[in-house]
């Protein structure tokens, strides 16, 4: 049983096991509100369940594609949540948790995941289909593009918010299949758009 959580595009919580499936899901589609609410969206996803934290095994969680300020959110956020109920933390390409979801309510074929990257950009993955345990096969991407620039036969998903249910479900299936998780570092494409400097400035008078 996982708390899943994503911040790539909206927020989503979701509690998940993989034999009983969805127990609990929160989401908003807001993508600048990710600190504001992912508190609470937890918080309600363990109250509908009635889950205790002692009987997750762990904590899912998308790891973008994903502008950074957001994306870091959902990270810190099932880092520490992990951290504070001592449970193992997993990893997820966040693009493939949607194409897990639309794999799994019987679709087939190649499909193309886009979210907004902002700037008139979107980021992007192309799948050819899924496996013979349900895995979706990532045949391009994570990648970041104009939405004029993808050109392809597949079928185009562009979605606003990623479903931490997919995730935790995703998670789930990797697990149950001894499947590799997504590495540590967050699928940014791109540099955050505030850095910090490189030294004190000098002052003069």
């Known amino acids: 049983m996982l708390l899943a959580i994503d911040t790539s595009a909206g927020s989503s919580v979701a509690i998940v096991d993989r034999d009983a499936g969805v127990l609990a899901h929160r989401s ?19 109250a509908e369940s009635g889950i205790a934290t002692s009987a997750l095994s ?47 309510d019987g679709n087939t074929g190649a499909l193309l995941v886009t979210t907004d990257a902002r700037r008139r950009e979107v980021y992007w993955s192309e799948f050819s289909g899924a496996d013979d345990v349900g895995l979706p096969v990532r045949a391009a991407g994570p990648a970041i593009a ?41 699928v940014y494409l791109r540099s955050p758009d505030v850095t910090l400097s490189a030294g004190p400035k000098r002052v003069t008078t």
Do not use: N
């Not at 990270?75 to 979801?101: C, L, Q, Y």
């Open 28 to 46: 908003v589609e807001d993508t600048r509100k990710h600190a504001e609410v992912i508190g609470d969206l937890i918080r309600e996803c363990l």
């Open 58 to 104: 762990g904590v899912a969680v998308g790891m973008g594609p994903g502008p950074f300020t957001g994306l870091r959110v959902g990270i810190a956020a099932a880092e520490t949540f992990a951290f504070a109920a001592g449970k193992p933390v997993v990893r997820v390409v966040s693009h493939d948790a949607v194409a897990f979801g639309w794999y799994a």
């Open 146 to 186: 104009k939405p004029d620039e993808l050109t392809t036969g597949a079928h185009r998903l562009d979605t606003h918010w990623v479903s931490a249910a997919s995730v935790g479900l995703l998670a789930e299936r990797i697990y149950q299949h001894g499947r590799d998780f997504a590495a540590p570092e967050p």
